[in-house]
T-cell receptor, first 111, second 116 residues
Framework: GESVGLHLPTLSVQEGDNSIINCAYS??????FIWYKQESGKGPQFIID?????DKRQGQRVTVLLNKTVKHLSLQIAATQPGDSAVYFC??????????FGKGTRLSVIA | GAVVSQHPSRVICKSGTSVKIECRSL??????MFWYRQFPKQSLMLMAT?????????EQGVEKDKFLINHASLTLSTLTVTSAHPEDSSFYIC????????????FGSGTRLTVV
């Protein structure tokens, strides 16, 4: 979730399968949520975001689901490719406050 | 889209020396920048918020005299690690608050600091 500083859990997925990465958040006041992808040695890269008044948003090969009742976000990646291998973080945003990142999940795609 | 240029990408320095990391916003003005630190296999941890023309706001536990932040212009923020020690070795990343379609946060490419 939005606690930080913990070691990353890992998700291994076969190439071509769908991936689901989960995130729990604690701040109910967040206006929107963002998913980032971080490859080794690089800064975070924006993937998709969702406003707090939405339940679902789709992008190219990615879908974000938001369940405010249980404070849960998920990122679904369709037809996972080797290039999707990275660490994925969720972040909640309220106004212009700095992003607070969740602990992240390492996605490993098995060819 | 908005781009933040971070330099250097890698730096190795000796213990006791200081290192300056620069983040520049290209083609937009960044009144606010955030500095993060990331240790191996861990998440990004916010160090400080930098506002143009004013003093930075540091997170609890971050030494402001050790991590000097300067945001003297709308396109440049710098982080200086003073009297660096091996435990300061980390990946430092800046983020600028923007107004583009990605809802405001653009990241630099990061700086890998190794103190020997």
């Amino acid at each position: 979730g939005e606690s930080v500083g913990l070691h990353l859990p890992t998700l291994s997925v076969q190439e071509g399968d769908n991936s689901i990465i989960n995130c729990a958040y604690s701040n109910s006041a967040s206006d929107y949520f963002i998913w980032y992808k971080q490859e080794s040695g690089k800064g975070p890269q924006f993937i998709i975001d969702i406003r707090s008044n939405m339940d679902k948003r789709q992008g190219q090969r990615v879908t974000v689901l938001l369940n405010k009742t249980v404070k849960h976000l998920s990122l679904q990646i369709a037809a996972t490719q080797p290039g999707d291998s990275a660490v994925y973080f969720c972040a909640g945003v309220s106004g212009n406050t700095p992003l607070v990142f969740g602990k992240g999940t390492r996605l490993s795609v098995i060819a | 889209g908005a781009v933040v240029s971070q330099h250097p990408s890698r730096v190795i320095c000796k213990s006791g020396t200081s290192v300056k990391i620069e983040c520049r916003s290209l083609d937009f003005q960044a009144t606010t920048m955030f500095w993060y630190r990331q240790f191996p296999k861990q998440s990004l941890m916010l160090m400080a918020t930098s506002n143009e023309g004013s003093k930075a706001t540091y997170e609890q536990g971050v030494e402001k005299d050790k991590f000097l932040i300067n945001h003297a212009s709308l396109t440049l923020s710098t982080l200086t690690v003073t009297s660096a020690h091996p435990e300061d070795s980390s990946f430092y990343i800046c983020s600028a608050l923007t107004r583009d379609s990605s809802y405001g946060y653009t990241f630099g490419s990061g700086t890998r600091l190794t103190v020997v």
